[in-house]
């Protein structure tokens, strides 16, 4: 990437930032159904087609956050140490960001963070178009179990356990913070919960799903041995 285009896309990044940032303060101060497309452009001092090269819709100025997320469950399950089954790997990476009070699980008290997801819960636009985003955090997962040799169907449907699991542990998390509980509070439930759900599905999945392979006990294509040549029986 020469200079000019380096310097190009770190203009594009803020320009989008900056769109993203200004319609989450209208929206969290007016409503999500109150501000339009017209009222964050003005509000960025830029045009409405300028805004809709960087978001295709009203709901994404809000949800392409999710779009760093949506490749998660794909790379924790594609970087996996050996002799993990892929749901033990998300498993652990969950309680992980739960210990870490990440906004991702839905453990997270700072006012920031749960008036966003009260936003986000509370708008029935915005919940039809994280399905989207859920579709795509999906396809990567079956991707990624594919690649390990699981059947195609198989692979779909453990990537829509795993993901949705992940999903509803978070949404139960912020039930219980937005009653009015802190984080700390809820997380030896939230942990509970995390170790009750994974468990659910690893009954059925780890049966289907392959623990990830050491490479040294991978075949080697120069040292496996030839196959039997038809007909060719020692005589």
Same mark, same amino acid.
């Given at each position: ?67 760093? #997320? ?22 652990? #990476? ?58 195609? *169907? ?59 392979? #050491?490479?040294?006990? *991978?075949?080697?294509? #120069? ?13």
């Amino acid at each position: 990437m020469d200079k000019t285009t380096g310097l190009r896309e770190s203009k594009k990044l803020r320009t989008r930032r900056q769109l993203a940032a200004t319609a989450l303060e209208l929206f969290l101060e007016r409503g999500f159904d109150a501000v339009s497309v017209a009222d964050v452009a003005a509000a960025a001092e830029v045009s409405k087609p300028t805004l809709f090269r960087y978001f295709p819709s009203k709901e994404d100025l809000l949800l392409d956050r999710f779009a760093d #997320h949506q490749d998660e469950a794909a790379r924790i399950v594609r970087d996996r140490a050996p002799g993990r089954t892929p749901v033990r790997a998300v498993r652990e #990476h969950f309680v992980e960001a739960l210990a870490g009070r990440d906004p991702i699980t839905g453990l997270c008290d700072h006012p920031g963070v749960l008036a966003f997801q009260r936003l986000l819960y509370s708008t029935p636009s915005l919940e039809s178009r994280m399905a989207h985003y859920t579709a795509r955090e999906v396809e990567l997962l079956a991707a990624v179990l594919e690649a390990e040799a699981v059947a195609p *169907l198989t692979a779909r449907l453990a990537s829509l356990s795993l993901v949705t699991v992940r999903q509803e542990l978070g949404r139960e998390n912020w039930r219980r913070i937005s009653a009015g509980r802190s984080a700390d509070e809820v997380y030896p439930t939230a942990l509970a919960d995390a170790d009750t759900a994974f468990a659910l599905v690893a009954d059925g999945l780890d049966a289907a799903l392959p623990p990830r392979r #050491h490479p040294a006990d *991978l075949p080697d294509a #120069h040292t496996a041995p030839a196959p039997p040549v038809p007909g060719g029986g020692v005589g």
